[in-house]
């Protein structure tokens, strides 16, 4: 489910370098999507659903995936929607027009945050510099999303691959969280 979603949502920024590019592992910069926001009552879960083109999750920690879609887990009544980023207009209003006057809230925060794509090998190794959370693949399997801390900036961590994950965390703290990922690796690179 979640390896669709790493080809076809979640992907490498072309006009960005490579922040670090090793044999064990590797961080890029994601292309820039569309992030929405989303928190409603139960009742309003699967008619939002159904205008997103992906269901929205009820367990804690699950992500659900469909093509050029990806709806995140956050809270028990909080969902991050994911889109391509010419979607927005279309996903934002289809959402308030199916539920109209059902309470809920939608906000557009897709210039809030950047993700890193962190894969490879040492993938897990990498994140635990930050990240005291056990990421194996039975603990966390892949589709698992998380929100935590890495080192002193808030994130957010959605294994999409074995050994593939996305690493999300708001503009103001990208470059502090993805400057400790770069030099931890390399760390690991010269030991």
Request: with cysteine; proline share 5%.
């Amino acid at each position: 489910m979640s390896d669709l979603l790493a080809s076809d949502l979640i992907t490498p920024d072309a006009g960005e370098s490579p922040l670090l590019n090793q044999g064990s592992v590797s961080i890029l910069k994601a292309a820039p999507i569309a992030r929405l926001s989303f928190r409603a009552r139960e009742a309003s879960l699967k008619a939002a659903g159904s205008v997103f083109g992906a269901a929205l999750p009820t367990t804690p920690l699950a992500c659900e995936t469909a093509v050029k879609r990806a709806a995140l887990w956050m809270g028990p009544d909080e969902w991050t929607l994911l889109a391509p980023e010419e979607d927005l207009k279309e996903v934002f209003e289809g959402i308030e027009a199916k539920l109209g006057d059902e309470p809920h809230a939608l906000v557009d925060i897709s210039e809030r945050s950047e993700a890193v794509i962190v894969s490879g090998e040492k993938a897990v190794w990498l994140l635990n510099t930050g990240i005291f959370i056990d990421f194996s693949l039975d603990a966390f399997p892949v589709g698992t999303v998380t929100r935590t801390i890495f080192h002193k900036s808030p994130v957010m961590v959605w294994r999409t691959g074995s050994d593939t994950f996305v690493v999300e965390a708001w503009v103001s703290f990208m470059d502090y969280v993805a400057g400790l990922l770069v030099q931890s690796a390399q760390e690991l690179e010269a030991a």
